[in-house]
């Protein structure tokens, strides 16, 4: 059963989110070690990481981690990698379910730091807290479903065995977007499944991070099974992928660095007695087709949610519409319109739906697509930001009359610009959606059976939603995951993400010793 999302409209919850958040301010500006066994390690190389709705205010200090950090880290999950392999099933479930209700009792706590660590919208924090909590759930009742050993191909004079075992020590990296759904997901199935690991969270979401993996600590899983180690990517992120005590790589992010730590990890240098398994959820550049006979109305708010939702930040998030021309006029002004009427402001304000960048770099990079938007399209429409916000703001915007090879129409933004394309049947709106190298969400609005037809057999997209928004999969109900090079692995919060821990070993004994069985 899949956690209710809060419905914001009763007063009694946004009173209670109000005092969550203004008791999370009331604790912001402390440090944070990272966790390596029973240890807490401070340094002297931090990071400050500021609220992206307020530049000024500090919400923490992370210490960050070094090679030989990540090769402590690792030793622990050597040491307790056979001790905890060898724990019930049922035990390590248990552990799970317990994460999962202390999630539960501070899920509004864990929500308001989001708000102010990466600038969530409260709608948004709200949902990434339920999927995690929905993570940790699903594969606890999913583990359960197996057991240690499995009887089969049962003939007379022979006994086999089916094991799955876990693979032992990994490594976690996760991105910023959803702090809390992607690592407890990612992190809750490795450890049910088995796996001792260690968490290197993106830079951004270090502190949402350090109270998930504090929970876990408390919830009962071992110091040691679980490390969290902060620091930057291309330093410890890449020492962690590198390593030969690693046996398998679980990576949420950019198309980018996914496939360099694919590459990265196809090296096996003497003394690696195994080949790495990397499970890699890239990006995505996503499309929505609206055909001529679409439902309007549905089709530009699901198209606005898809696209504006936590500024696009999402990797699902719509950022091509494709458009058939009897319908283009009328759809782009109704868009526009809509988006005009999305408030811009601080996260933490109730009323904001679309908050601030996560961080300058983001903000600088889609000022760049901006600019190019205007070389490549026209911008039909930018949103403003008001003069009294002092975060990383960029308004809406969108390009009509893009082309499908325009950079703007190929890559992924990551932020709330939208390209506009037109196509002269279903069938060439297919096409556009097929042409581009990412494949991870698609929506098509349709009257048409023909067409919807047409659309699951031939758009390629790991989910694919007809008639509704294409971001908010929920966990067991929309497993989640990209083909092309959006990713390379057995979907999130589905019935195959747990055997990409595990390892299959069968044993067959010869039960006809001396004629007798
Ligand atoms: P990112 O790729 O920049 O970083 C992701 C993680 O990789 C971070 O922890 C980062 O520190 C680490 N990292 C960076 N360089 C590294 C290196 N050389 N070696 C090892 N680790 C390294 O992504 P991001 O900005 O955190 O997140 C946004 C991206 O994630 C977008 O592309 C988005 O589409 C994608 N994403 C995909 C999914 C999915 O399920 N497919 C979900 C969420 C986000």
């Known amino acids: 059963m899949n956690e209710p999302l809060t419905d914001f409209s009763r007063p009694a919850h946004r009173a209670a989110f109000q005092e969550a958040i203004r008791q ?73 379910q317990r994460a999962a209700d202390l999630l539960k009792e501070r899920r509004f706590e864990l929500a308001a730091w989001e708000v102010l660590e990466v600038g969530k919208p409260w709608v948004e924090a709200d949902a990434d807290v339920v999927e995690a909590i929905d993570s940790l759930r699903y594969y606890a009742e999913e583990m359960l479903r197996w057991t240690e050993e499995t009887r089969i191909g049962q003939v007379p004079g022979e006994r086999n065995l089916y094991r799955r075992e876990p693979l032992g020590p990994g490594v976690v990296i996760s991105p910023w977007n959803f702090p809390l759904a992607i690592p407890a997901g990612m992190t809750g199935a490795a450890l049910v499944t088995g796996n001792t690991l260690v968490l290197k969270p993106a830079e951004q979401s270090s502190i949402v991070d350090f109270h998930l993996v504090e929970l876990l600590l408390k919830a009962g899983i071992p110091p040691g099974v679980v490390n969290l180690l902060h620091g930057l990517g291309p330093e410890v992120g890449d020492a962690l992928v590198r390593s030969p005590r690693v046996r398998w790589i679980a990576f949420t992010g950019s198309k980018e660095v996914g496939l360099r730590i694919i590459e990265r990890s196809a090296v096996t240098p003497p003394g690696q007695g195994w080949v790495k398994r990397v499970i890699a959820e890239m990006g995505g550049k996503n499309a929505i087709i609206v055909d001529r006979d679409a439902d309007l109305d549905e089709a530009v708010l699901g198209v606005a949610a898809s696209a504006f939702g936590y500024q696009g930040q999402k990797c699902s998030a719509c950022s091509r519409v494709i458009l058939l021309k009897e319908i283009e006029r009328r759809f782009l002004e109704r868009l526009i319109e809509t988006a005009r009427s999305l408030p811009v402001g601080p996260a933490e304000e109730p009323g904001t739906v679309i908050g601030p960048m996560v961080d300058q770099e983001a903000l600088s990079r889609v000022r760049r697509y901006i600019e190019l938007g205007k070389k490549e399209g026209g911008l039909a429409f930018e949103g403003d930001v008001p003069d009294r916000l002092d975060g990383y703001f960029a308004g809406p915007a969108i390009f009509t009359g893009v082309s499908p090879r325009a950079r703007i129409a190929q890559e992924e933004i990551f932020g709330p610009v939208l390209a506009t394309l037109r196509a002269s049947s279903f069938d060439e709106a297919i096409e556009i959606a097929n042409g581009v190298p990412y494949a991870l969400t698609g929506g098509v609005y349709s009257r048409s059976p023909a067409h919807i037809e047409q659309a699951k057999e031939r758009f390629r997209a790991g989910n694919l939603y007809i008639n509704r928004k294409i971001t908010g999969a929920v966990v067991g109900r929309q497993p989640f995951g990209g083909l092309g090079l959006s990713g390379a692995g057995q979907k999130a919060g589905g019935p195959d993400t747990l055997l990409q821990f595990l390892q299959g070993r069968t044993i067959t004994e010869n039960t006809l010793r001396h004629g007798i069985e």
């Open 24 to 96: 999370v301010r009331g604790s912001l500006g402390k440090s944070y070690p990272f966790l390596i066994g029973n240890q807490r390690i401070s340094g002297r190389r931090t990071l400050w990481r500021e609220n992206p709705s307020h530049r000024k205010e500090r919400v923490g200090q992370i210490t960050l981690g070094d090679s030989s950090h990540a090769e402590m880290a690792l030793t622990q999950c050597e040491e307790t990698a056979s001790l905890w392999a060898r724990v019930p099933i049922a035990e390590r479930a248990r552990i799970l």
